[in-house]
């Protein structure tokens, strides 16, 4: 069956250093890939997407790579700061163009 | 910006009864979704829809249906609530060529 893992832990991390977070998916092939940050108490808010022919991309102190043999892509905060602090979900297209999963999340403390 | 706002966020509810939840967005999106999110579960589509009256199952639409009469309005209904549909509830839109999915600030539905 389909499956994304994120690490279910969380992960605590020094202000100022960067910040790796994972997510490993299964028997999917997908054409792209998502990342949103959760704050609590509200919605997704969407951070970058990577294609299947992408092997990396850059929005400021982010940075996402995604290597459709390893089925993983890593998501970097470099220079991290409290205000990073989040849970951040991976997503996959999952049925055509309309549909995709979610996956459960990880959630980022970073400690000032 | 794109704006999508929920209509209440916090409900409490008896087991029975009749509860809509309407979620509107502002940026002429073709594309509505309805998901839940539960502790360990992550989102979970119920119904999407793509167009004025048109509408799809996600994953777990089993006790719940959805209407689409205009463009910027999609409510989610539960015909008779249970106490496993407490839950917090989260409404997104998407444009036509877009990936990327904008959500509103959720509504954290309690059935007693």
């Known amino acids: 069956s389909q499956k994304i893992e994120q690490n279910s832990e969380a992960l605590n991390i020094q202000e100022g250093k960067t910040a790796t977070l994972t997510c490993n998916y299964t028997?999917?092939?997908?054409?792209?890939l998502q990342w949103y940050r959760q704050d609590p108490g509200r919605g997704p808010v969407f951070l970058l997407l990577i294609r299947e022919n992408e092997k990396e991309k850059r929005k400021e102190r982010l940075k996402v790579t995604f290597d459709t043999t390893l089925k993983q892509s890593l998501f970097h905060i470099t220079a991290s700061q409290p205000a990073d602090s989040a849970t951040y979900l991976c997503?996959?297209?999952?049925?055509?163009?309309?549909?995709?999963?979610f996956g459960t999340g990880t959630k980022l403390q970073v400690i000032p | 910006d794109v704006k999508v706002t929920q209509s209440s966020r916090y409900l409490v509810k008896r087991t029975g009864e009749k509860v809509f939840l309407e979620c509107v967005q502002d940026?002429?999106?073709?594309?509505m979704f309805w998901y839940r999110q539960d502790p360990g579960l992550g989102l979970r589509l119920i119904y999407f829809?793509?167009?004025?009256?048109?509408?799809e199952k996600g994953d777990i639409p089993e006790g719940y249906s959805v209407s689409r009469e205009k463009k910027e309005r999609f409510s989610l209904i539960l015909e008779s609530a249970s106490t496993n549909q407490t839950s917090m509830y989260l409404c997104a839109s998407r444009g036509s060529i877009a990936y990327e999915q904008y959500f509103g600030p959720g509504t954290r539905l309690t059935v007693t």
């Open positions: 028997n999917y092939s997908p054409a792209y």
């Open positions: 829809s793509y167009d004025v009256k048109m509408k």
């Open positions: 940026m002429d999106h073709e594309n």
């Open positions: 997503v996959l297209n999952s049925g055509g163009y309309q549909k995709v999963t």
